[in-house]
């Protein structure tokens, strides 16, 4: 922990004329350009700053919690923050509580790499209606980000998920797998109450409508994870009548033939069994959601039937009203500018050639670097962020080994203190590991994750809790 101090001094970095870099985002594909930097002996210091007292982003909150394989790259993201060029710097919100301009006027380069932290829209009258909550903001929730509201299930029957990518597949079998499933993960114990406590009540008919605007041969999930879903003990699969028999495999690919296969032996497997009274899991391709409608909550989904029309998809006019009380909106994030830096609105991306940073003219934008999500756009696996990282330190090495480094600027413990900011720095994140692993010891499993912002502050800044 750094703790603010009320007569900063300045201190100044030696001038070991080695390059020293600012990562803006712990996430994997900050640690992964933080990995790539300290093979480099040009770098002298790569400090990764993030706003979150815990470091791996998306890997602790987007992963789903039963996904624990994809989580073991944390292990060697973990070895990134040990490395002893590498300092961690949490409770950092560079724009909000500290400038980038001083990064920049301190660091020789800063690459900002702080993903996509918004939704798509879509555009629907409704959306707004309480009910109605983005996939990003519901794995949010069941993965203990200290920024998500609570979820009540209660009374939410039926729930539609809107798109059909990995997010969708991921929050639909969250919503349908078997509680005891979950409860071997590091999912907030508040989670798997809500979860337990809505499988209890909930009617013996749960239904989840999974919807795609085109056909199950354009859905973007994977196969591995769409099967996942479709095997989920005890579930029945249908699909909507035509939307398997239109599909001519012969002329997909492995991936799209895969998914269409998974789909209709699924729907098969439902069909010959009989006297079923668990949940349903409903495929609706090519319908698209047109209007969501209730009384300050979402009571009704309304859903289109679309064709594909001369190349473009269009509504036929034919709806279908889904009593629904829940409606996750799983069709994309979407990066959110940060002030003062070039911004490409349509995509949603920092404006950059091969991570870096440019103009609306196309000019290099000095000393400024972008990686991950908010580089490309919210799409691929953790590992696409590897290489990806790799292309922007890449950039950074031709341009700056070489150059005089700026030397004699202020260390950045000094630079926080300045703002009068309590940091959280590596260690403080061990305590929160060691509590989460604690907790999670009492409860059986592995880890239990604090999910608080006065939890996870109150760890990092060494803090008694009052009530222990
Ligand atoms: P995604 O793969 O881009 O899927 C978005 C889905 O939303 C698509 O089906 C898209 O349909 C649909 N959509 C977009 N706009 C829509 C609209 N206005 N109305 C209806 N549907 C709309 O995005 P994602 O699921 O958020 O995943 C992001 C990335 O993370 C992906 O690369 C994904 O593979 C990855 N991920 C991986 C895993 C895993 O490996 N286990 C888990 C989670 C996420 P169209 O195709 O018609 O546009």
Do not use: C
Not at 444 to 457: I, M, N, P, Q, S
Request: charged residues 25%; aromatic residues 4%; without cysteine.
């Amino acid at each position: 922990m750094l703790a603010a101090d009320p007569t900063p001094s300045l201190s100044v970095t030696a001038g070991d004329a080695k390059l020293r870099v600012a990562i803006v985002g712990a996430g994997p594909s900050g640690l992964f350009a933080a990995q790539a930097l300290t093979a480099s002996e040009a770098i002298g210091r790569v400090d990764i700053f993030d706003r979150l007292p815990t470091p791996f982003g998306l890997l602790r909150y987007g992963v789903a919690p039963d996904h624990p394989n994809i989580k073991q790259v944390g292990d060697a993201l973990e070895r990134v923050l040990r490395h002893d060029r590498v300092e961690f710097y949490g409770l950092v919100d560079v724009g909000v509580t500290l400038p980038l301009d001083e990064l920049r006027y301190t660091y020789d380069a800063v690459i900002l790499s702080f993903g996509a932290t918004g939704d798509m829209l879509l555009k629907v009258p409704g959306e707004e209606l309480h009910g109605s909550r983005s996939g990003r903001e519901f794995v949010e929730w069941y993965g203990g980000h200290p920024d998500a509201a609570h979820q009540s299930l209660t009374g939410k029957d039926a729930v539609a998920v809107i798109g059909v990518g990995n997010v969708a597949v991921d929050v639909a079998r969250v919503v349908l797998k078997d509680v005891s499933s979950l409860a071997i993960t590091d999912m907030p114990q508040e989670v798997l109450d809500e979860l337990d406590q809505h499988r209890r009540t909930a009617s013996e008919r749960h239904d989840v409508y999974l919807i795609g605007r085109r056909g199950p041969q354009h859905a973007a999930f994977t196969t591995k994870e769409l099967r996942e879903l479709l095997d989920l003990p005890g579930l029945r699969v249908t699909v909507t009548d035509g939307d398997l028999e239109q599909v001519d495999t012969a002329v997909l690919d492995r991936r799209t033939r895969s998914n269409v296969e998974a789909i209709r032996d699924a729907v098969e497997r439902s069909a010959a069994s009989d006297g079923h009274d668990g949940p349903t899991l409903h495929l609706m391709f090519w319908s698209r959601p047109v209007r969501m409608t209730g009384d300050g909550m979402v009571e009704h989904l309304v859903v289109e039937r679309t064709a594909m029309v001369d190349g473009l998809l269009t509504g036929t006019g034919e709806e279908t009203v889904l009593n629904v009380g829940l409606v996750l909106r799983a069709v994309g994030y979407r990066g959110e500018p940060l002030p003062g830096v070039p911004f490409d609105r349509e995509r949603a991306v920092i404006r950059n050639q091969a991570g870096r940073v440019i103009d609306e003219d196309g000019r290099q934008v000095p000393g400024l670097y972008t990686a991950g999500w908010i580089k490309r756009g919210p799409t691929g696996v953790i590992g696409t962020n590897k290489p990806d990282a790799v292309e922007t330190v890449a950039s950074l090495l031709t341009d700056l080994v070489g150059t005089t480094p700026k030397t004699g600027r202020v260390a950045a413990e000094d630079l926080l203190i300045n703002h009068g900011l309590a940091i959280a720095r590596f260690e403080d994140w061990l305590a929160i590991d060691a509590e989460e692993r604690r907790l999670g010891a009492t409860q059986g499993r592995a880890r239990t994750k604090v999910a608080t912002w006065d939890e996870l502050t109150d760890l990092a800044l060494g803090r008694e809790d009052s009530d222990a």
